[in-house]
């Protein structure tokens, strides 16, 4: 039931101000959206009507360090003769003005109890609440992250629309017995999880201050807006009217996919992605197809849309990191930096190709790996710069040498792969994405069965976000597009040390991983 549905506004309404999205912002808009789902247990001594006036007034408070994301996400006009911002299909956030269609603010009532939507941290990292699951993978299919989130559409969903329609939404859902569920989702050009993550503790809070519990100060610090300041490390000239080939070679040579949507259904794509396809074209007239770079064909034979896919959440222990990096770190001419997380997408990676039967398969599969640029740049960007300042890479190989690896080869060459995206190369890349004819045209990475992207939401202390104090959350849900190959990793809540990977595979390869994925 429907208790609350309105628009919130900043608490100090800025000036009228139009910001033009940064060249990775861009990039991205085609993304689904960046969002996250808090389940807490009933508060101590707070009533639901407190507790929703206290959210929402701490919210508001809250918006007052992000008035951009209650204003109107929309394409910027085009200009031919204007610098890289004007091209077509840049995003811009213009906000400030009497018709900004602010953030979307909804509460409803659940008719269920927090421990009925999902077991408790301990519980899913030992699986004592799944039968037949192997110790530490919790089954999460019939957890239903649309239950706890808005479903009207946001701005620019389509590559299309706006008008009128939010960039931000969050839902807080009231449980029996006291509980409630924050969900909150955004345009991924807006924010990436480390952006969403500046904003929850910095609302969580403001929110505590409400409940007499101030903490010392907001664990990610203050945000900083400036889409401009990463634009600035492109290399060479990107609002000149054509790139410079020197600087577009250097990024070409980079391990970055280059999948063209345009090419998608000639290639086999299905097609319900016509639509948004079209919408990132440029009129006919206007497209200089000698200025439309290459790409290479898309997998899409590979994707099996039909396949029923189950999500499960993984959990290793602190202990069983530190023995997988140890392994890695032993192997014949291993790297000597290779971290916890190299180690064990290293064993995900090997562990997802078998089971998806491709050991003796000679077709080349690969790891797609989410890095953000803010340390990768120089000067490095705050890490409480506001944006989607992020880019796909990959490592691959034929699928039974992934399968026969060692440990150690397969992390040095995940860990060298990141190492090779200094600041020059990332000004190389910037500079290439600047100059696209349409930024959305291009996808760096792919799903199904010879792909998997990670995305890493490490280190943000999605634990920590606590709303009343004291009130540590019973679970986070990192809102993710239910698509065979996905995989996503994050600090466990359990204090062993160790991480919860949300895997996203196809029934079978999931049954296989099951029987048998710690051996």
């Known amino acids: 039931m429907t208790i609350e549905s309105t628009r919130l506004r900043p608490a100090n309404q800025p000036t009228p101000t139009s910001t033009p999205l940064s060249i990775l912002d861009a990039t991205v808009v085609r993304f689904t959206p960046t969002g996250g789902i808090w389940i807490f247990n009933q508060p101590t001594d707070i009533d639901q009507k407190n507790l929703v006036d206290n959210l929402r007034t701490s919210f508001i408070e809250t918006l007052s360090k992000f008035p951009q994301w209650a204003g109107q996400l929309q394409w910027a006009p085009v200009n031919p003769k204007g610098n890289h911002t004007e091209r077509f299909n840049r995003p811009q956030i213009v906000y400030g003005t009497d018709t900004d269609p602010g953030v979307e603010w909804t509460v409803i009532e659940h008719p269920f109890r927090a421990d009925e939507i999902v077991p408790t941290a301990q519980e899913r990292a030992s699986s004592s609440s799944t039968t037949g699951s192997q110790p530490g993978a919790w089954v999460g299919d019939d957890f239903n992250q649309n239950l706890f989130l808005p479903s009207s559409p946001l701005a620019l969903a389509n590559l299309r629309d706006y008008v009128g329609l939010p960039a931000v939404q969050v839902q807080l859902t009231l449980l029996r017995e006291g509980g409630y569920v924050i969900g909150i989702q955004m345009a991924h050009c807006l924010a990436d999880a480390q952006t969403l993550m500046v904003f929850m503790h910095l609302w969580a809070y403001n929110s505590k201050k409400q409940f007499g519990n101030q903490s010392e100060s907001p664990l990610m610090g203050e945000p900083v807006f400036d889409p401009a300041l990463l634009d600035s490390c ?172 060692i440990l150690g080869e397969t992390a040095s060459r995940i860990r060298e792969t990141m190492k090779g995206f ?26 199904g069965s010879e792909h998997t992207i990670v995305t890493s939401w ?38 062993d040390g160790g991480m919860d990977v949300a895997l996203y595979l196809d029934e079978v390869a999931t049954g296989r991983l099951l029987d048998g994925y710690r051996s």
């Open 458 to 495: 490490l280190r943000l202390r999605l634990y920590e976000v606590d709303f009343v104090g004291g009130d540590k959350p019973r679970y986070v849900h990192a809102v993710m597009p239910k698509m065979d190959g996905c995989v996503q990793v994050m600090d466990s809540a359990v204090r």
């Open 422 to 447: 200094t600041a020059d190369a990332v000004g190389a890349m910037l500079h290439d994405a600047a100059h696209e004819v349409s930024p959305q045209r291009l996808w760096q990475a792919f799903l």
């Open 234 to 405: 492109a290399a060479g000239d990107i609002d000149g009217s054509e790139p410079d080939q020197t600087i577009v070679n250097t990024a070409r040579k980079l391990p970055l996919h280059r999948y063209s949507w345009w090419n998608a259904v000639n290639e086999g794509g299905p097609p319900f992605l016509t639509p948004t396809t079209e919408n990132s074209k440029p009129p006919p007239a206007e497209i200089n197809h000698k200025q439309v770079s290459p790409s290479e064909p898309a997998p899409w034979a590979s994707w099996d849309f039909s396949k029923r896919v189950r999500y499960t959440q993984l959990h290793f222990t602190g202990e069983e990191l530190r023995k997988f990096q140890a392994m890695a770190l032993d192997g014949p001419g291993s790297r000597r930096d290779i971290s916890r997380l190299d180690a064990l997408l290293a064993h995900l990676w090997r562990t997802i190709t078998q089971a998806r039967g491709q050991a003796d398969s000679p077709r080349p599969v690969y790891m797609n790996l989410s890095l953000g640029v803010r340390p990768r740049v120089s000067p490095a960007l705050p890490d409480t710069f506001i944006g989607s300042p992020l880019f796909l890479t990959h490592v691959g190989g034929a699928a039974s040498s992934v399968c026969r690896a």
